[in-house]
């Protein structure tokens, strides 16, 4: 009984669940009174990011999904809007630097900066796809490019969560 429940809490995608519950509570505490030129920096795409940038498409979708779930918890959008979003750009992540051999560290926070610009993008694109009306705005890209210079700034720190969070245990 005691094994199982270590192997549940040592489980990569429980670790994900917690760290992300973490970062919630600083996405809307912290990061919502602390607007740098009046843009809210978005600490649910910049793990996606990272998390597909160092694992590869296939589990930035997947992390980017449960993020956004957990997310699409406390905003005021449709159940699943996030999740689609950051699914796809965590699928983005990992495509990106798929056709460079090795990549280094340069290149995966330079990825995590693009990918932060395309994700916060896609936000008011998918919500106008589904009928919300006035979020395609020009402002949206000033948006879209402080939200990515700032993840690529915080990327190399969201690179080293990502991987103590999603790596895979051993025994597993």
């Given at each position: 009984m005691i094994l199982r429940l270590i192997a549940f809490v040592?489980?990569?995608?429980t670790r994900l669940v917690l760290v992300t519950l973490?970062?919630?509570g600083i996405q809307t505490t912290l990061l919502n009174d602390m607007r740098p030129f009046g843009v809210m920096?978005?600490?649910m795409l910049l793990l996606v990011a990272a998390a597909g940038v160092v694992y590869g498409s296939e589990v930035g979708a997947i992390a980017g999904f449960v993020v956004g779930l957990m997310?699409?918890?406390v905003l005021a959008t449709p159940l699943g809007l996030s999740g689609l979003v950051l699914g796809v750009t965590g699928a983005l992540a990992g495509t990106l630097l798929y056709f460079l051999r090795e990549p280094t560290w340069w290149s995966r926070v330079l990825a995590v900066g693009v990918v932060s610009v395309a994700g916060e993008l896609l936000f008011p694109l998918f919500q106008?796809?589904?009928g919300f009306e006035g979020w395609l705005q020009p402002r949206a890209i000033r948006v879209a490019f402080v939200?990515?210079?700032f993840n690529l700034l915080l990327a190399p720190l969201a690179i080293g969560l990502s991987r103590w969070t999603l790596r895979e245990n051993s025994g597993n």
């Amino acid at each position: 009984m005691i094994l199982r429940l270590i192997a549940f809490v040592s489980n990569r995608w429980t670790r994900l669940v917690l760290v992300t519950l973490l970062l919630l509570g600083i996405q809307t505490t912290l990061l919502n009174d602390m607007r740098p030129f009046g843009v809210m920096i978005q600490a649910m795409l910049l793990l996606v990011a990272a998390a597909g940038v160092v694992y590869g498409s296939e589990v930035g979708a997947i992390a980017g999904f449960v993020v956004g779930l957990m997310y699409d918890g406390v905003l005021a959008t449709p159940l699943g809007l996030s999740g689609l979003v950051l699914g796809v750009t965590g699928a983005l992540a990992g495509t990106l630097l798929y056709f460079l051999r090795e990549p280094t560290w340069w290149s995966r926070v330079l990825a995590v900066g693009v990918v932060s610009v395309a994700g916060e993008l896609l936000f008011p694109l998918f919500q106008a796809l589904i009928g919300f009306e006035g979020w395609l705005q020009p402002r949206a890209i000033r948006v879209a490019f402080v939200v990515g210079l700032f993840n690529l700034l915080l990327a190399p720190l969201a690179i080293g969560l990502s991987r103590w969070t999603l790596r895979e245990n051993s025994g597993n």
